[in-house]
């Protein structure tokens, strides 16, 4: 027979569980943080924060065919295999011509 958990009591008594009608009560925070910290914050508040922060040093995206055998050891290396490629070549520009 499976032994069923009863629900774990409210630990916070300040805060319980919402009900039909404070849902009803709610309102979005468009409305409500204007008045509670004024236009401009609200507005830096509610603005949409998306993706990775912009770089100040942005890698070119480019499409690169390798042989297997070299992208199959540089992965073998584990997470974080494609910074370590770039860094190799780097380290061969030192000492080569990119020509």
């Given at each position: ?14 805060n319980p569980e919402w009900t039909t009608e404070d849902f ?14 004024g236009k401009a914050a609200a507005a830096e508040m509610l ?9 100040a040093n942005p890698k070119a995206h480019v499409n690169l ?35």
């Amino acid at each position: 027979m499976v032994e069923r958990r009863k629900p774990a009591p409210s630990i916070d008594d300040e805060n319980p569980e919402w009900t039909t009608e404070d849902f009803a009560r709610a309102r979005p925070a468009s409305e409500v943080l204007p008045k509670l910290v004024g236009k401009a914050a609200a507005a830096e508040m509610l603005r949409p924060k998306r993706g990775r922060p912009v770089s100040a040093n942005p890698k070119a995206h480019v499409n690169l065919r390798l042989d297997p055998d070299v992208v199959a050891a540089f992965r073998a290396t584990g997470r974080g295999w494609q910074t370590r490629l770039n860094a190799a070549l780097k380290d061969w520009l030192k000492d080569h011509s990119p020509a």
